[in-house]
Antibody
Framework: EVKLLESGGGLVQPGGSMRLSCAAS????????MNWIRQPAGKAPEWLGF??????????EYNPSVKGRFTISRDNTQNMLYLQMNTLRAEDTATYYC?????????WGQGVMVTVSS | DVVMTQTPVSLPVSLGGQASISCRSS???????????LHWYLQKPGQSPQLLIY???NRFSGVPDRFSGSGSGTDFTLKISRVEPEDLGDYYC?????????FGGGTKLELK
């Protein structure tokens, strides 16, 4: 069974940093692109970026809206996905999801809330 | 960015009835490889989005045949026949042909 479990969310002050983690299980992690997607309360999801699979050299792509502030990485020995978020702003407040992508995002985690507020 | 416009924003339905949701893109979603990467999701209250339809018209594993997708180019439709209580929630289209990947604004399917 495919499982994705995010952790690391919470309250952070504007300008601060936070790292989210996503533990993956139930599939061959290195075969898949892995994504981060966020969703502010009551709004549509927003794709943040992905890290490619082994066949494509684990390279990354980002939404321009977060490029330069957010960094996606993966630890393939631990089946872990990470999102490092820097210089956080109030508008980064959202539920953050990790999602597997073989084409569409076929499996999502349950999400973790990040609140940026003083 | 490719703008995905969903209509209607809210769709009241009766149980057992039919629903149709439109998703239009600001540019063609046909990839240079010939595929069209338009997908549909349902997000039930308090849950993560779940994949219903991928690449316009393919039902994901376990999705009942009451759900069907169609369309081409810039104009796509999700149809739900014989609406059941578990079908209620927010529906989103997603395009993954162009970077950045973008979602529609959502359609809330609710009881009439």
């Amino acid at each position: 069974e495919v499982k994705l479990l995010e952790s690391g969310g919470g309250l952070v002050q504007p300008g601060g940093s936070m790292r989210l983690s996503c533990a993956a299980s139930g599939f061959t992690f290195t075969d898949f692109y892995m994504n981060w997607i966020r969703q502010p309360a009551g709004k549509a999801p927003e794709w943040l970026g992905f890290i490619r699979n082994k066949a494509n050299g684990y390279t990354t792509e980002y939404n321009p809206s977060v490029k330069g502030r957010f960094t996606i990485s993966r630890d393939n020995t631990q089946n872990m996905l990470y999102l490092q978020m820097n210089t956080l702003r109030a508008e980064d407040t959202a539920t953050y999801y990790c999602a597997r992508q073989p084409g569409p995002f076929d499996y999502w985690g349950q999400g973790v809330m990040v609140t940026v507020s003083s | 960015d490719v703008v995905m416009t969903q209509t209607p924003v809210s769709l009241p339905v009766s149980l057992g009835g039919q629903a149709s949701i439109s998703c239009r893109s600001s540019q063609s979603l046909v990839h240079s490889n010939g595929n069209t990467y338009l997908h549909w999701y349902l997000q039930k209250p308090g849950q993560s989005p779940q994949l219903l339809i991928y690449r316009v018209s393919n039902r994901f594993s376990g999705v009942p045949d009451r759900f069907s997708g169609s369309g081409s180019g810039t104009d796509f439709t999700l149809k739900i026949s014989r609406v059941e209580p578990e079908d209620l929630g927010d529906y989103y289209c997603l395009q993954s042909t162009h970077f950045p990947q973008t979602f529609g604004g959502g359609t809330k399917l609710e009881l009439k």
